[in-house]
């Protein structure tokens, strides 16, 4: 598979390594494709190479280790139903749990890569109460009585079918895009800028169970899909929340984590992302506002073909083949017992 896929930017000293993983899924029968999956789904994200060196990166390109993590991955997905579930998902509980995890702004860094968003002022008592109650709920199990109901899934469910929408529909999206320094090589990862202007001792205590979870799901099942996290507008006594922070969050992921004061901020942003994609409250030109969809850019918008009082739908999204090769971007989800199943925009040729 590697001969296939010249431009993943994988080291020489490591094509081995890629080599033996990518035969190994294979002889493991995990690269198969999923019985949930739909006939026209594209595997983008859940077993193409590029998703294949995230897990390989995420373990030293140790190809045994790579394969332990992406059996594990593959097992959890499926005893969780959630190819299912991504399909059949409540886009009124997608849309809440977009809340409360980074969002991706429809914007892009100076390299490409998407840039989510995270107002840590809206992780408060009452929303993290509303993700306790998902945290407790019995798991759902789809059936295929052939009826579709409004799935209600636990906490770990939903967090996951959310982080899907990254690495099956954002992510291949921002790889299409040949506005970038490097367009050969996939898009794999993101930027995360968190606004912690308005972060209390209390509050900070109380997202440690949050913290653990969502770390533990991050680290498992999507790996390097990070490359950097901003915490912008630090308290002065951030560092003292910080030590007991870190003990719940995967040391990899606390090692990309770069605290700015106020006074660093913008210079700092400013060496990764264009003036025009950075936040207002943080000194750019972007009008961001917490809970928005995604406002996306002018190129973006043109290879959708999306005019600009057009934006992309809320809930899950996802790419399909068409019978010519031309890939489909498709609104799923389901409003109460109505499944949805519509195209938002075509791309005019295979393999654009």
């Known amino acids: 598979m590697a001969a296939d896929q010249p431009n993943l930017g994988i080291p020489p000293e490591h094509e081995a390594s890629f080599k033996a993983f990518t035969q190994s899924t294979k002889e493991n029968g995990v690269l198969n494709r999923p019985e949930s999956l739909e006939s026209r789904d594209l595997c983008d994200g859940l077993s193409d190479?590029?998703?294949?060196?995230?897990?390989?990166?995420?373990?030293?390109?140790?190809?045994d280790g790579a394969l332990k993590q992406f059996i594990e991955a593959c097992q959890f997905r499926e005893e969780k139903h959630i190819l299912r579930l991504y399909d059949l998902v409540d886009i009124a509980d997608f849309?809440?749990?977009?809340?409360?995890?980074?969002?991706?702004?429809?914007?892009?860094?100076?390299?490409?890569?998407?840039?989510?968003?995270?107002?840590?002022?809206?992780?408060d008592?009452?929303?993290?109460?509303r993700w306790e109650t998902t945290r407790k709920n019995s798991p759902w199990i789809y059936s295929q009585s052939g009826k579709v109901e409004s799935p209600k899934p636990d906490m770990l469910q939903l967090a996951s079918v959310y982080h899907d929408s990254l690495i099956r529909f954002i992510l291949p999206l921002c790889s299409k895009m040949t506005d970038r320094?490097?367009?050969?090589?996939?898009?794999?990862?993101?930027?995360?800028v968190v606004d912690a202007?308005?972060?209390?001792?209390?509050?900070?205590?109380?997202?440690?169970?949050?913290?653990?979870?969502?770390?533990?799901?991050?680290?498992?099942?999507?790996?390097?899909?990070?490359?950097?996290?901003?915490?912008?507008?630090?308290?002065?006594?951030y560092a003292?929340?910080?030590?007991?922070?870190?003990?719940?969050?995967?040391?990899?992921?606390?090692?990309?984590?770069?605290?700015?004061?106020?006074?660093?901020?913008?210079?700092?942003?400013?060496?990764?992302?264009?003036?025009?994609?950075?936040?207002?409250?943080?000194?750019?030109?972007?009008?961001?506002?917490?809970?928005?969809?995604?406002?996306?850019?002018?190129n973006l918008r043109q290879l959708l073909?999306?005019?600009?009082?057009?934006?992309l739908p809320p809930g899950p999204?996802?790419?399909?083949?068409e019978s010519d090769g031309r890939r489909t971007a498709l609104a799923v989800g389901s409003n109460g017992d109505s499944e949805r199943n519509d195209k938002i925009a075509t791309l005019d040729r295979f393999g654009q």
């Open 49 to 63: 190479p590029p998703t294949l060196l995230r897990f390989l990166v995420a373990r030293q390109y140790n190809p």
């Open 305 to 311: 073909n999306l005019d600009a009082s057009k934006s």
């Open 197 to 237: 202007s308005n972060l209390g001792l209390k509050q900070a205590w109380g997202l440690r169970f949050f913290a653990q979870e969502i770390s533990w799901l991050l680290s498992t099942c999507y790996p390097e899909t990070i490359q950097r996290v901003f915490v912008c507008n630090a308290p002065s006594y």
């Open 317 to 321: 999204l996802k790419w399909i083949q």
């Open 125 to 129: 008592k009452a929303a993290l109460a």
């Open 240 to 298: 003292t929340m910080w030590k007991y922070l870190k003990g719940w969050v995967d040391p990899h992921t606390a090692e990309k984590i770069v605290v700015l004061l106020n006074s660093e901020v913008l210079p700092i942003l400013r060496e990764y992302i264009d003036d025009a994609n950075i936040p207002t409250k943080f000194g750019g030109q972007f009008q961001f506002t917490h809970g928005m969809l995604p406002d996306l850019d002018d």
């Open 181 to 192: 320094p490097t367009p050969l090589f996939p898009v794999t990862n993101s930027i995360y």
């Open 95 to 123: 849309e809440q749990a977009r809340q409360i995890y980074p969002q991706w702004t429809g914007r892009r860094d100076k390299k490409g890569l998407p840039i989510c968003m995270l107002d840590l002022e809206y992780l």
